[in-house]
C-alpha cells in the first residue's frame, strides 16, 4: 500500500508514522520545515514565550516573599528568542528522526495533484518530481487570515509569523482578536512592558469557551494593564505621527486606540489553494476541503486532516484525525472519540476545557448541574502563587454523567486530560468524587468541584 502524505505537520507527520507502522509505503510531502505551523511558528514558540515572561513575572513579583531576594531582573529579549529557536530545531530534529526511524521517504518540496494516482513536487531548485500512490491524505495546514479591513497593508500591521520574530519589544501594541492566539500574545508582551490594547468584536475575549473560566484570565490582563474592548468593531486602520491607528465602532460610538504595531488576530484559514484539487475534483466549502467522519474526501482514495478541512484547528486534533486517516485506509477500525478534544490557552492562569460548555448543554435540553471549586482554597496554588481561577462540571443532572470539564488555574492545560478520559468512558460525577486525589496537588481542586455539583464539597465554607 502507498500512501502519500502533503504536509509535515502535527497531523501529517503523525499519518506518516502510524501508517508505516501498519506496514504501508509512505511518502511524505513538506514545502517548509517539519512540524508544521505548531512547531515553527505557532504552539512551540508561543509557549516558550509565554514561560518566560510568566517566570520574569513570577521574579519580580513574588521571588521576595518565596525568601529569593533577586535585584534587577530583566529580560533579556534577544536570549529568550535564541532559546526559542534552539528549541524549535530541537523539537524539528526529533520528528525528522521519527520519520527516518520509520523508514518514511521524505521530500521537500511543494505538493499538488496531477491526478488521483499521482501528486507532482515542486523542489527548491524549480525541478519536479512524480510521486505515485494508491492512497493520498492532505494535511497541509493553515495560515493566518487576513480581514479586508482598509489600512491592513500599511506597515506595522502584522501577523503571529511576525510577531514571533520581532527582535525587540514594541512600546504599544494593538491586537485586533481576542481569541486565544490573541489572549496568548497579549499575555507575553504585557509581561515584557509593552501597551497591550485588545479590540474583540465578540461579546468576550475567548468566546469559545466557558466564561466563567475566561472571567480570571481578563482580570487578570486588566490588572496588568491590558485594556480590552468587546463588542468593538474595526472600522479601518491609519497611519498617525504616532504610529498606527485603529478606528472603531462600539454601540454606535466611535474611538480610535494608537500604537507602535498593530497584530492582526482574527484567526486562521486552511492552505488549499496550490494543491490543484481541481484535477481530482475534490470537493471543498469556503475554502476548506470537505469530509466525512473517516476524513474521507468525495474521491475515495484521498482523505484530508488537520486544518485543511477547518474546523478545530488544534495540533492534538489533527494528530487524532491523521491517525483515523490511516486506520481508514488501512482497513483498521479507528478508535478514537472527538467529544474528547481539550481546548487550552496557556496564559497565565491557565484555561482548559472539554466536553459541553453549560450554556451548550442547557441548549441540548440537559437538566444541567453545576459544580464549582475557586482555585484560592487550593494550598497547592496558594504555594505557588496562582490563585487565580476556579473548576467547574457540567453534569447531566438526571444521570450524573460528567458532560464537561473546565477550568483556568495553575497547571489546567495539565489536569484537564482527567476530565477528557472521564468523557472517554463515560463516567459520573460519583466515580469523580469516589476516585482518591493526592494532597497537596492543584488536582484536588478537581475533586472538591465534584463534590461541590451536590454541595458537598469539604473545603468550601457552608
Known amino acids: 500500500m502507498r500512501i502519500a502524505i502533503i ?18 509505503e509512505v511518502t511524505l510531502i513538506e514545502k517548509e520545515r517539519l512540524g508544521g505551523t505548531c512547531l515553527n511558528k505557532g504552539c512551540i514558540p508561543t509557549k516558550v514565550m509565554l ?48 520519520l527516518k526511524s520509520n523508514k518514511v521517504t521524505k521530500i521537500i518540496g511543494e505538493g499538488s495533484f496531477i491526478n488521483k494516482n499521482q501528486i507532482k513536487v515542486k523542489l527548491a531548485d524549480d525541478s519536479h518530481q512524480t510521486v505515485d500512490f494508491d492512497y493520498a491524505i492532505i494535511a497541509s495546514g493553515s495560515e493566518p487570515s487576513i480581514t479586508p479591513i482598509p489600512g491592513v497593508e500599511l506597515p506595522g ?16 501594541m494593538i491586537i485586533i482578536g481576542g481569541g486565544v492566539i490573541g489572549s496568548e500574545f497579549a499575555a507575553i508582551y504585557s509581561a515584557a512592558a509593552c501597551k497591550v490594547t485588545i ?30 474592548y468587546t463588542d468593538t468593531q474595526v472600522l479601518y486602520i491609519s497611519e498617525s505621527s504616532e504610529g ?3 478606528n472603531t465602532l462600539s454601540q454606535g460610538q466611535e474611538k480610535s486606540f494608537t500604537a ?7 484567526g486562521r484559514k486552511p492552505v488549499i489553494e496550490n494543491l490543484s484539487l481541481e484535477n481530482v475534483g475534490v470537493k471543498t466549502n469556503k475554502g476548506a476541503v470537505l469530509v466525512d467522519k473517516s476524513m474521507q474526501t468525495n474521491i475515495p482514495n484521498i482523505y484530508a486532516i488537520g486544518d485543511s478541512i477547518g474546523g478545530l484547528m488544534l495540533a492534538h486534533a489533527a494528530s487524532a484525525e491523521g491517525i483515523v486517516a490511516v486506520e481508514s485506509i488501512m482497513n483498521k477500525k479507528p478508535n ?101 486525589h493526592a494532597h497537596p496537588t492543584v488536582a484536588e481542586s478537581l475533586h472538591e468541584a465534584a463534590h461541590a455539583v451536590y454541595g458537598k464539597a469539604i473545603h468550601i465554607p457552608n
Open 7 to 24: 504536509g509535515g505537520g502535527p497531523g501529517g507527520y503523525v499519518a506518516a508514522i502510524r501508517a508505516a507502522q501498519l506496514n504501508a
Open 199 to 228: 479590540v474583540e468584536m465578540l461579546p468576550n475575549i475567548v468566546a469559545n469557551m466557558d466564561p466563567d473560566i475566561v472571567a480570571p484570565l481578563k482580570d487578570k490582563l486588566l490588572k496588568s494593564g491590558t485594556e480590552i
Open 157 to 172: 500591521v502584522i501577523t503571529s509569523d511576525e510577531l514571533l520574530k520581532l527582535k525587540e519589544v514594541p512600546k504599544s
Open 336 to 436: 478514537i472519540d472527538f467529544k474528547t478534544i481539550p481546548y487550552c490557552v496557556y496564559t497565565n492562569p491557565e484555561l482548559a476545557g472539554v466536553g459541553l460548555t453549560e450554556t451548550q448543554a442547557r441548549e441540548k435540553g440537559y437538566s444541567v448541574k453545576t459544580g464549582v471549586f475557586p482555585i484560592y482554597i487550593s494550598g497547592k496554588a496558594m504555594i505557588e502563587s496562582k490563585s487565580e481561577g476556579l473548576v467547574k462540571y457540567v453534569v447531566d443532572g438526571v444521570t450524573g454523567e460528567v458532560l464537561g470539564l473546565h477550568m483556568s488555574g495553575p497547571n489546567a492545560t495539565e489536569l484537564i486530560a482527567e476530565g477528557a478520559l472521564a468523557l472517554r468512558l463515560e463516567a459520573t460525577i460519583d466515580e469523580i468524587t469516589s476516585t482518591i
Open 244 to 246: 498606527l491607528t485603529v
Open 51 to 98: 514561560h518566560t515572561t510568566r517566570e520574569f513575572e513570577n521574579a519580580n513579583k513574588n521571588f521576595e516573599d518565596y525568601g529569593i531576594k533577586i535585584t534587577g531582573a530583566e529580560l533579556d529579549w534577544k536570549q529568550l528568542q535564541k532559546r526559542k529557536t534552539k528549541i524549535v530545531r530541537k523539537l524539528v530534529a526529533g520528528v525528522d528522526g521519527l
Open 260 to 266: 507602535e504595531k498593530v497584530l492582526l488576530s482574527i
